[in-house]
């Protein structure tokens, strides 16, 4: 299957810093989601973004399908931001793959 | 339902026990997935429902797993015989429509086999 890498795999912010998240895939992909696992263990899709770039609020991806990456930016954060986010993707077939994630602790 | 519903929330079984997780979809959503999650670790797929259609199964461990969708809605997920490497949490998801798009997640029922 095709192979997803986060990075990076644990991320400590201040409240109201900024970060990037990275997503890289080994072949090329028709579907791509971010997911955000707040503590309490609820995943909640943030965007459906196979290509292209799109933003909801402070949070903003971009992917870059011919490269095979793609970027999910946190603008200040807030400590509700917390948890692990998830990038997953899929190709022929229904199932998508989901990386490591990448753990996000905002401290105030 | 407003989302997608999951029961029980928490389900400690006996070594050996059978097991029933149920999956309750957003109302209308055709497609509908079952995820395994062990501590740490992200989502792996189970199997996939178009309606009552199950069209995916490729990613249910071993035959001692079992997923059904009579109605093309509610879907139960049984374990027979349950062993301790059952233990981890099964997400449900459904979406809209019959190809890509956004996936939305259960609470999960979190499984302890003992």
């Known amino acids: 299957g095709i192979q997803v890498e986060q990075s990076p795999p644990d991320l400590i912010l201040q409240e109201g810093a900024n970060s990037t998240l990275r997503c890289n895939f080994s072949?090329?992909?028709?579907?791509l989601q971010w997911f955000h696992q707040n503590p309490w263990g609820q995943l909640i899709n943030l965007f459906y973004?196979?290509?292209g770039t799109k933003q909801n609020g402070r949070l903003s991806a971009t992917t870059v399908a011919t490269e095979r990456y793609s970027l999910l930016y946190i603008s200040s954060s807030q400590t509700t931001d917390s948890g692990v986010y998830f990038c997953?993707?899929?190709?022929?077939?229904?199932?998508?793959?989901f990386g490591k994630g990448t753990s996000l602790l905002v401290t105030p | 339902g407003a989302g997608v519903s999951q029961s029980p929330r928490y389900k400690v079984a006996k070594r050996g026990q059978d097991v029933a997780l149920r999956c309750d979809p957003i109302?209308?959503?055709?497609?509908l997935f079952w995820y395994q999650q062990a501590l740490g670790q992200g989502p792996e797929f189970l199997t996939y429902?178009?309606?009552?259609?199950?069209?995916?199964k490729s990613g249910l461990p071993s035959d001692r797993f079992f997923a059904e969708r009579p109605e093309g809605s509610v879907s139960t997920l049984k374990i027979q015989r349950t062993q301790q490497e059952d233990s981890a949490v099964y997400l449900c998801?459904?979406?809209?429509?019959?190809?890509?798009?956004?996936?939305?997640f259960g609470n999960g029922t979190r499984l302890t086999v003992t």
């Open positions: 998801a459904s979406s809209s429509g019959t190809g890509w798009e956004p996936l939305h």
């Open positions: 072949d090329s992909v028709n579907n």
């Open positions: 973004i196979p290509s």
């Open positions: 997953a993707v899929g190709a022929f077939g229904y199932a998508l793959n």
């Open positions: 109302s209308g959503h055709v497609s």
């Open positions: 429902f178009q309606n009552e259609a199950q069209l995916d």
